[in-house]
């Protein structure tokens, strides 16, 4: 494997879960890091089944298969342990316990583990053993409620909120804080990383507004939720949408000059009781033109005003080749590793794993004890 960036060197232990723990585990496996993910022998086959070498989220690492029900697996497992600086599990709380591996008997054979747990909930807590996906964390959190149209139901956002953001970023930033703690104390710790928490925290900005009467809690009333007419969007003719995000008065200005609009003939930016006329304003001219007039029109204007691009077109833009945004290993498009680093530049190691590894065929840093 093509292991490269600041994390080569860290050892991570993915016991195998779904959504925001290989998230987390590939975000790590980008910056370098070997990971080992651990699937369990006997577990039910997801359904719909996946393509292996397609599921992206397993990209940079290898993968073996141990029976954890089994005292044969069990020892496996704790003997990879002991050369792990990272071990990254997502079951409910106690799972990992029941089965004899739990925090405890992890950091006394390696103490200087950092033991990363993900849930939905937390360790503890009332709600702490039930089930939950990212439309739960996220509502829960109270950011829910906060997104969609005015007079309409509150809008999930796939599952890149709770899962990924407040999930897998969270765990993947509480990993390195860890790690970098137990370079300095030899001692290892459990890091408990929520998704509603994680998903509560990126709201915090707005927890803000609201103490300052900035944000009312009506949905598509505000600055940023599709309330101010600057800041939304808009349907053009023949399809296709414009992105428009003309906060500050000379990105404001910009988007009255694309628009062929004199600002002496409207109302003031931020009078909001003329919002709703203003909205309607600008969407008929969007819809006057087709997208591509308006990328045209506001390509070299400073506007914060973009089309609303698909997957496809996003990986072909000119910005995005020229950075590099996406790429195709094993013949798949995906994003590539981010963030940037000017010396020490991620990479994907390798593509997804078409199949597990037997145990003595994995790297052999995992023979090697942590710190041996």
């Not at 342990?81 to 316990?97: K, T, W």
């Amino acid at each position: 494997m093509d292991r490269r960036g600041p994390l080569v060197g860290v050892k991570i232990l993915e016991v195998a879960g779904v959504g925001p723990g290989p998230f987390c585990a590939m975000m790590l496996a980008d910056m370098g890091a070997t990971v080992l993910r651990v699937e369990r022998a006997g577990a039910p086959p997801m359904v719909p089944p996946i393509d292996p070498e397609k599921n992206l989220l397993h990209r940079g690492r290898e993968i073996v298969s141990l029976d954890l029900k089994s005292a044969e697996g069990v020892a496996q497992l704790l003997s990879l342990v002991d050369a792990a600086d990272v071990l990254l599990e997502g079951y409910r709380p106690g799972v990992m316990e029941r089965l004899g591996l739990g925090p405890d008997i992890c950091l006394t054979r390696n103490p200087a583990l950092v033991y990363a747990r993900m849930t939905g909930w937390g360790q503890d807590g009332p709600m702490a053993h039930l089930a939950g996906h990212d439309i739960n964390y996220f509502a829960m959190s109270g950011s829910l409620m906060l997104c969609g149209r005015e007079d309409e139901i509150p809008l999930p956002n796939l599952n890149m909120v709770a899962d990924m953001g407040g999930g897998g970023m969270l765990m993947a930033f509480g990993i390195t804080c860890a790690l970098l703690e137990a370079r300095a104390s030899g001692q290892g710790q459990v890091v408990d990383a929520a998704m509603t928490e994680g998903t509560a925290l990126l709201a915090t900005m707005i927890h803000g507004y609201r103490s300052m009467n900035r944000w009312s809690d009506k949905r598509g009333d505000n600055l940023l939720d599709g309330g101010a007419p600057f800041y939304d969007v808009y349907r053009t003719a023949g399809g296709g949408y414009m992105a428009v995000g003309s906060i500050e008065p000379k990105f404001y200005a910009d988007l009255l000059a694309g628009l062929g609009l004199d600002p002496a003939d409207l109302p003031r930016q931020h009078d909001r009781a003329a919002w709703p006329d203003m909205k309607a304003r600008f969407a008929t001219i969007f819809a006057s033109q087709s997208r591509a007039h308006w990328e045209a029109v506001f390509s070299d204007r400073d506007a914060c005003v973009t089309p609303v691009l698909s997957p496809d077109e996003a990986a072909v833009h000119p910005h995005a080749q020229a950075r590099s945004m996406f790429g195709d290993p094993g013949g798949v498009a995906q994003p590539m590793p981010a963030p940037r680093f000017s010396r020490t530049p991620g990479a994907i190691a390798s593509p997804p794993p078409a199949s597990e590894l037997a145990l003595d065929a994995i790297d052999p840093v995992w023979r090697v004890p942590a710190g041996g």
